[in-house]
């Protein structure tokens, strides 16, 4: 029996055939045509005028947070729901993160909570965050009216977290086009791959350049090798760029399959009694990147369903765990209400991958339901 897998690499098309060229053109060094197109390719897609090939998001996270000036002592925003890969590059910068809760109406961070965060700060003195780093969770977008009016009136600066949400929309514009820069992903499970990778795009030409040369280990132009700050070797290779062109080319397809999953778990499911789905914000356009149910079942806990599923050879994987219950993260400081705790507690993400076959689905579906009976 095959195993069917949460969300593996889809390799379609010209994808090895983009890579090849590549090989046979001899564009093997770090930088090359490819990673120039796919930088101006992805930044097309996300609204920006410029992008830089990256290691991994983390990495262009971490680039932003530092050209936005978050250095040691500061404190940043970042949802308390998400992966810590978008907490991990405030404590590289010598920052604090202050961990927010999620709106239950979208899982995304709350505005409301994000307001009286900075209202208590602005009443009793107490500076304000260097920066917020605004998530997009699982694919779909932050409610980036709200949060952005609130941001800026506290003269807080805004870096977006799209990593998983690469064609998605809010209010017809697109993920990764918000704040003074975003970061996308092209791990291996995400919509989009380049095996490992990611990139900063944003509209400012020197906030890009600074972003190009830090990642280049911060090599001044100079016949020799000469350094006058600290740099970091970041830069996506022309190799996995060329890769990623393809399956750039490939993602309105993609995406419109990982939402016909969702929409085939949610007519498959709907009926299943205490069986809930991440709500679909009204406001935009959600690529489900993770299809992601919670359970309000005494006797079918996410465990137990996990592990049903896991004995028919099904991977799912709990909703994340909240940062502010993270052992790394312990004593840092939240304002939280109990939502992300509550959804980790009851969530669940399904197999949610666009090669996953309709066969595949069903048999994701039987056990579920099975499981749940």
């Not at 911060?218 to 700050?229: K, M, T």
């Not at 778990?265 to 990147?289: H, I, K, N, Q």
Request: hydrophobic share 40%; aromatic share 6%.
């Amino acid at each position: 029996m095959s195993r069917i897998w949460l969300s593996p690499p889809e390799v379609v098309g010209d994808d090895r055939e983009r890579l090849l060229a590549a090989v046979d053109g001899g564009w093997i060094a770090p930088v090359g045509p490819d990673l120039d197109g796919f930088e101006a390719e992805v930044a097309a897609v996300c609204g920006r005028a410029h992008g830089v090939g990256l290691a991994s998001g983390t990495a262009a996270l971490h680039l932003l947070l530092q050209e936005v000036g978050v250095g040691p002592g500061d404190e940043v925003l970042v949802p308390t729901f998400t992966f810590a890969a978008s907490a991990n590059p405030v404590t590289y910068l010598g920052a604090t993160p202050v961990f927010l809760d999620a709106d239950e109406a979208t899982w995304q961070v709350s505005p409301d909570l994000v307001a009286e965060e900075l209202a208590e700060r602005r009443r009793t003195g107490r500076p304000m965050p260097r920066a917020a780093v605004v998530v997009d969770l699982y694919g779909q977008c932050a409610d980036f009216d709200r949060l952005g009016a609130v941001l800026a009136e506290h003269g807080v600066p805004v870096v977006e977290d799209a990593a998983e949400a690469l064609g998605a929309t809010y209010r017809g514009r697109p993920a990764g086009s918000f704040g003074v820069g975003a970061v996308v992903s092209f791990n291996g499970n995400k919509i989009i791959t380049t095996s490992g990778g990611g990139m900063a795009v944003t509209d400012d030409a020197a906030l890009a350049a600074r972003c190009r040369h830090l990642a280049t280990q911060a090599r001044e132009p100079a016949p020799h090798y000469e350094h006058v700050e600290v740099g970091y070797n970041y830069r996506l290779s022309n190799l996995l760029a060329a890769f990623g062109r393809g399956q750039l080319a490939d993602l309105d397809r993609r995406v419109a399959r990982r939402q016909e999953i969702n929409r085939t778990y949610r007519e498959a499911l709907g009926d299943v009694e205490g069986v809930a789905f991440m709500p679909e914000a009204d406001y935009g356009t959600s690529t489900c990147w993770l299809t992601c149910i919670t359970l309000d079942r005494a006797r079918a806990t996410p465990e137990h369903v996990r592990l049903h599923l896991e004995a028919d050879e099904i991977e799912a994987r709990p909703t994340w765990k909240p940062m502010h219950l993270q052992p790394v993260f312990a004593g840092a400081p939240a304002r939280v209400d109990g939502t992300a705790q509550r959804l980790f507690e009851t969530g669940l993400c399904l197999p949610s991958g666009s090669s996953l076959t309709e066969g595949e689905q069903e048999r994701v579906v039987e056990r579920l339901r099975s499981a749940l009976a």
